[in-house]
């Protein structure tokens, strides 16, 4: 299973979006973005969501904990 750094560069270039692209949807700049894709700056939980959100999958995906790429379905919060 490929680090979460390795799935990030491959979902971003699936979507033909660029480092500046993501970095811009978390409102920072892409060399900012740069330094979590390339595994050098540990993100948030809430951005680990996010990400998951963004790529539609799930942050236990992006985490390596398992093989299904498809998102979790979202609970109601009745």
């Known amino acids: 299973m490929a680090v979460y750094s390795d799935l990030l560069k491959e979902f ?6 660029t480092q500046k692209d993501v970095g811009a949807y978390f409102g920072m700049s892409g060399p ?3 330094l979590y894709e390339n ?3 540990r ?5 680990l969501c996010d990400l998951a959100d ?4 799930s942050t236990d995906y992006l985490l390596g904990r398992t093989d299904r790429i ?8 009745a």
Do not use: A, Q, V
């Open 43 to 47: 993100m948030t939980l809430d951005m």
């Open 12 to 17: 971003r270039r699936d979507r033909k979006l």
């Open 54 to 57: 963004l790529f539609n999958t």
């Open 32 to 34: 900012m973005y740069s």
């Open 39 to 41: 595994g050098k700056r």
């Open 70 to 77: 498809e998102p979790y379905p979202k609970r109601s919060r």
